[in-house]
């Protein structure tokens, strides 16, 4: 099963990047979910105290090493629900590009005066970056 999405992720994925009327294909390797590498800058997002019902914005780089292009970057966000990716401030191309980088921002809107704790995940490969935040309360 993992072995076909890998294969219709590939198929998918050069339908797109034939060049029009030709068909021929790019000469670039892809790299499917299981051999893409990435790295976080950076890879622990700590956004220590914010005052409760305020957002603190945090840049994230993520930087291809996988040695080939990834096809359609994304991120999700997994743990508490204070943490938001704000998707008009991000900046991936589609491929990443072997070597490129690509900035994403984290918000943290703690509602009270807790620590909070989650991941932000780059969906291609699953490889993510921790994030803890620590709201603080009015005094």
């Not at 292009?69 to 401030?89: A, C, K, T, Y």
Request: hydrophobic share 35%; net charge negative.
């Amino acid at each position: 099963m993992k072995q076909r999405l890998s294969l219709l992720l590939i198929a998918i994925w050069v339908a797109g990047c034939s060049t029009p009327g030709t068909g021929e294909l790019p000469d670039v390797p892809v790299v499917t979910h299981d051999g893409a590498k990435v790295r976080f800058e950076p890879h622990e997002l700590n956004f220590a105290r914010t005052l409760e019902g305020e957002c603190r914005p945090h840049k994230v780089v993520v930087i291809n090493q996988s040695g080939a292009p990834i096809p359609s970057p994304g991120f999700s966000l997994e743990g508490d629900s204070v943490f938001m990716v704000q998707d008009h401030f991000r900046d991936c191309p589609d491929p990443l590009a072997d070597g490129d980088t690509c900035r994403v921002y984290v918000n943290f809107c703690p509602p009270f005066g807790e620590t909070y704790r989650g991941k932000l995940v780059f969906t291609p490969t699953g490889e993510y970056a921790a994030i803890s935040g620590r709201g603080h309360q009015h005094k």
